[in-house]
Nanobody, 127 residues
Framework: QVQVVESGGGLVQAGGSLRLSCAAS????????TGWFRQAPGKERECVVAMSWNGGAIYYAESEKGRFTFSRDNAKNMMYLQMNSLKPEDTAVYYCAVRRDISSRGYYVRTSSYNYWGQGTQVTVSS
């Protein structure tokens, strides 16, 4: 059974940093496309960053470029989202997502492209 679990959310002041972590059991990240999404109240879930299965292609949403960094530790089967210079508009529930397909080409920014999701972790940025 596949399980995906995020952690690391919390309350931080504007300008601060947080690092989100994502762990999985029942599958490995190293040969699958993965991503981080977020959903603010009243808004649709949106892609923050997405990575191809081999890490060769990475997408960052325009507002996150230069502030967020996506990484994976294949040996530990972990994913991370380092978030710096946080803004109140970054407040949302953050989710990690994994595709079922192995070695599928490219990165994916649509929620429908992912098969496995964590339960989400709340990030709140105060002004």
């Amino acid at each position: 059974q596949v399980q995906v679990v995020e952690s690391g959310g919390g309350l931080v002041q504007a300008g601060g940093s947080l690092r989100l972590s994502c762990a999985a059991s029942g599958l490995t990240f190293s040969n699958r496309a993965t991503g981080w999404f977020r959903q603010a109240p009243g808004k649709e879930r949106e892609c923050v960053v997405a990575m191809s299965w081999n890490g060769g292609a990475i997408y960052y949403a325009e507002s996150e470029k230069g502030r967020f960094t996506f990484s994976r530790d294949n040996a530990k089967n972990m994913m991370y989202l380092q978030m710096n210079s946080l803004k109140p508009e970054d407040t949302a529930v953050y989710y990690c997502a994994v595709r079922r397909d192995i070695s599928s080409r490219g990165y994916y920014v649509r929620t429908s492209s992912y098969n496995y999701w964590g339960q989400g972790t709340q990030v709140t940025v105060s002004s």
